[in-house]
Each structure stands twice: as structure tokens, then as C-alpha cells.
């Protein structure tokens, strides 16, 4: 069972940054796609971005597109670097894990949360003006 457990949420200052983390466990990631999606409040789930595992290739929304950075280590953490945050920023940001996303990786896929069959907990970031 894969298990996600985001951190690293908090408020911040418009202008500010922060970096949220994504600890995956449960099986071997090679063939993953991991996403990183937020929900505000009354607003519907949207898609941040995106990366494939195996081969580190990324995908953005054109909203953060610029300022918000995924990467990876060697292990099983992924990464979401915020920088320029704005107040429309603030959401509960999750992670989450799609186990044939290799197979599938386009931008399309990639940003529909129905192609994601784990997702974490979440972890709330306020961007203050």
C-alpha cells in the first residue's frame, strides 16, 4: 500500500517562499508519476505540477509556472519549491501518486486527479498580504 505524507506548509508573506516535501513509501517509484494538486476553499482541486520518476520530466500549471518548482531525490521524497508566493496561492496543497503514470506521462493525464490512485493527507500553506 503506497502511503504519501506531505510537510512543510505554514504562512508566509506575499513575496515570501516556502518548500513543501512529499515523503512516498509502500513500493519502488520507478514507473510513478507523482503530482502535487491544492484545494482551496470553496474552489474545486486544481492541478500544481507534475514528474514523472524515472525520468524527472515536469509539468506546471500555467498559474504557477515560473515560480513553483518540483524535483526529487535519490530516495523517495519529492519536492515542491514555492517561491513568489501570493495570497491566491493559499490552499491545502497534496500529493499524489499515479502507479502507471510512466506509461501515460503527458500533460493531460498527468494534470486530472482521477488519474491518481494515492494521495496524501495535505498540508495547508496561507499566503498573508
Known amino acids: 500500500q503506497v502511503h504519501l505524507v506531505e510537510s512543510g506548509g505554514g504562512l508566509v508573506q506575499a513575496g515570501g517562499s516556502l518548500r513543501l516535501s512529499c515523503v512516498a513509501s509502500?513500493?519502488?517509484?520507478?514507473?510513478?508519476?507523482m503530482g502535487w494538486f491544492r484545494q482551496a476553499p470553496g474552489k474545486e482541486r486544481e492541478f500544481v505540477g507534475s514528474?514523472?520518476?524515472?525520468?524527472?520530466?515536469t509539468y506546471y500549471a500555467d498559474s504557477v509556472k515560473g515560480r513553483f518548482t518540483i524535483s526529487k531525490d535519490n530516495a523517495n521524497t519529492m519536492y515542491l519549491q514555492m517561491n513568489s508566493l501570493k495570497p491566491e496561492d493559499t490552499a491545502v496543497y497534496f500529493c499524489a501518486a499515479d502507479s502507471q503514470g510512466y506509461y501515460r506521462a503527458t500533460y493531460y493525464y498527468s494534470s486530472r486527479g482521477a488519474s491518481y490512485g494515492y494521495w496524501g493527507q495535505g498540508t495547508q500553506v496561507t499566503v498573508s498580504s
Open positions: 509502500g513500493s519502488t517509484f520507478s514507473y510513478y508519476v
Open positions: 514528474i514523472t520518476w524515472s525520468i524527472g520530466r
